[in-house]
C-alpha cells in the first residue's frame, strides 16, 4: 500500500510541479518543446507502470466495499466519460500543444469544446470518481483518487500555461468555454450544436466502450454487468 501511495504522489507531483508549473517554461526554454515532451513522457510512462503494478499488488482492505446497486448508474457515468474522452481526444483544441492554431478559426470553440474545453481531463475525473466508488477499498481509493484529483486541478494549471503563452487569444476562447460541461452553455456564453461532435467520434466512442465493457472481466476480474 506504501508504494501505491508513493506512485500516486509521484504522479500527481510530476504534472502538477512540473508540467502544471513554471518550471515548464523553464526546463522548455533549454531542451526545447519537443525534448520536454519527450522526457515528461518517459516520466509519465514511469508513474503509469508503477501506479499499475502497486495497485495490483496491493491488498484489498474494504472501506464501505462494493456497491452493488451503484453498478447500472456507474455503467452510464462511464460511458458518459468514454464519450468525453474519445471525442476530446479526436478534437483539435488549444488545450494541447501544437493545438494553437485553433485559436485562428473564426469560432475556436465548436464541438465537444463548447460543452467543455479540457474533455479529456473531465472524462478522465469522471471515470475515476464512479470507479472508486463503486470500489470502496483503500487500493482504490488511492489509485482512482490520484486520477480524479489530477482530473479536478489540471484543467486550471492548463488554463494558467495557455494563458501565459497565448495571451489575448486564449482569452476569448477561455472566455466562451467552461471547464464544468455545459456551463458555459447554461451561462449563455456558447451552445451546444450536437452535429458538429462528429458521427465517426461518437461511434469511435462507443465501440471503445463496449471493447473494455466486455474485455473488463478478464483484464480486472470485475464483470460491470453484474448486479
Known amino acids: 500500500m506504501v508504494s501505491l501511495a508513493l506512485a500516486g504522489l509521484y504522479f500527481l507531483a510530476i504534472h502538477l510541479f ?7 517554461d523553464a526546463i522548455v526554454a533549454r531542451t526545447g518543446e519537443q525534448g520536454f515532451l519527450g522526457l515528461f513522457s518517459l ?9 499499475v ?10 472501506v464501505w466495499g462494493p456497491l452493488l446497486w451503484f453498478r447500472p448508474i456507474a455503467l452510464v457515468l462511464v460511458f458518459v466519460a468514454f464519450l468525453l474522452v474519445v471525442i476530446g481526444l479526436a478534437t483539435p483544441s488549444p488545450t494541447a500543444t501544437g493545438g ?23 472524462g478522465v475525473t469522471l471515470w475515476a ?8 477499498d483503500v487500493a482504490a481509493l488511492l489509485f482512482f483518487g ?11 494549471l492548463i488554463d494558467a500555461k495557455r494563458g501565459r503563452k497565448l495571451g489575448d487569444r486564449w482569452e ?12 458555459a452553455i447554461a451561462q449563455r456564453r456558447n451552445r451546444f450544436v450536437a ?13 471503445a466502450y463496449a471493447v473494455f465493457l466486455s474485455a473488463h472481466g478478464w483484464l480486472f476480474g470485475v464483470v460491470p454487468t453484474s448486479f
Do not use: Q, Y
Open 100 to 122: 494553437e492554431g485553433v485559436l485562428r478559426n473564426d469560432e475556436p470553440a465548436t464541438g465537444i469544446l463548447r460543452v467543455t474545453r479540457h474533455p479529456f481531463l473531465m
Open 43 to 51: 516520466l509519465s510512462l514511469i508513474g503509469i507502470i508503477w501506479i
Open 172 to 183: 476569448v476562447f477561455a472566455g466562451a468555454t467552461s471547464i464544468v460541461p455545459f456551463m
Open 195 to 207: 452535429s458538429e461532435l462528429g458521427a465517426w467520434r461518437i461511434v469511435s466512442a462507443v465501440a
Open 18 to 24: 512540473v508540467s502544471g508549473s513554471r518550471l515548464r
Open 53 to 62: 503494478r502497486a495497485w495490483g499488488a496491493a491488498p484489498l482492505i474494504p
Open 129 to 136: 470518481g464512479t470507479h472508486l466508488i463503486a470500489a470502496g
Open 146 to 156: 490520484t486520477f480524479a484529483l489530477l482530473g479536478a486541478i489540471g484543467p486550471r
